[in-house]
């Protein structure tokens, strides 16, 4: 059985390696920016900013470091707290 090989050439696969380490760095950049605003604002404050940005909820999880459902939870209470 033969292995298929991708059909991507040197540069495009340099490319690539470069765009995954540019997002890496994005990545920590925004973590880290949030660990600041989280000195500042409560979890649910920070959701809710975060949702407000456009992030979707899988997203906001993955840079909290919880769960989608708590996200989901969290702005459905934020919301439910406004509509007051």
């Given at each position: 059985m033969s292995k298929k090989r991708n059909n991507i050439s040197a540069p495009e696969e340099t490319e690539l390696t470069a765009l995954s380490r540019i997002s890496h760095s994005l990545d920590l950049l925004v973590k880290l920016s949030i660990e600041a605003v989280r000195g500042t604002?409560?979890?649910?404050?920070?959701?809710?900013?975060?949702?407000?940005?456009?992030?979707?909820?899988?997203?906001?999880a993955r840079l909290l470091g919880t769960t989608a459902n708590t996200?989901?939870?969290t702005l459905y209470n934020e919301k439910k707290k406004t509509k007051k």
């Open positions: 604002r409560s979890q649910a404050q920070t959701i809710v900013m975060l949702d407000s940005m456009g992030c979707g909820q899988t997203e906001i996200v989901n939870v």
